[in-house]
Nanobody, 122 residues
C-alpha cells in the first residue's frame, strides 16, 4: 500500500520561508518522479514542481520559479520543497504525488498525499 505523507506546512508571514517534506512508503521511491501541487479554495489544483527519480531533473511552475527548490533523499524516501520569499498568493493546500514520468498534469500522477496547509499572511 502506497502512502505519501506531507508535513511542514503552517502559517508564515510574507517574505518568509517554509520547507515541506513528503515521506513515501510502499513503492520503489527512486523509480518515481515526485511532484508537488497546490490547491487554493475555489481554484483548480495547480502544478508547483516535479523532480525525477534520481533527482537530476527538475521542473517548476513559472509562478514559483526562483523561489522554490525541490530536492529528495532516496535513502530516506523523502522529497522536499523549499519555499522562499513566500507571498499571500502562495496560500493553499500543498500535495505531493508520485508518477513514473516527469509530468506537470495532476492527471498523470498515480499516488497522492493528504496535503498540508500553507498560509502566508500579508
Amino acid at each position: 500500500q502506497v502512502q505519501l505523507v506531507e508535513s511542514g506546512g503552517g502559517l508564515v508571514q510574507a517574505g518568509g520561508s517554509l520547507r515541506l517534506s513528503c515521506a513515501a512508503s510502499g513503492l520503489t521511491f527512486s523509480s518515481y518522479a515526485m511532484g508537488w501541487f497546490r490547491q487554493a479554495p475555489g481554484k483548480d489544483r495547480e502544478f508547483v514542481g516535479t523532480i525525477s527519480g534520481g533527482g537530476a531533473l527538475k521542473s517548476y511552475a513559472d509562478s514559483v520559479k526562483g523561489r522554490c527548490t525541490l530536492s529528495r533523499d532516496n535513502a530516506k524516501n523523502t522529497v522536499y520543497l523549499q519555499m522562499n520569499s513566500l507571498k499571500p498568493e502562495d496560500t493553499a493546500v500543498y500535495y505531493c504525488a508520485a508518477d513514473r514520468g516527469l509530468g506537470r498534469s495532476a492527471r498523470e500522477y498515480d499516488y497522492w498525499g493528504q496535503g498540508t496547509q500553507v498560509t502566508v499572511s500579508s
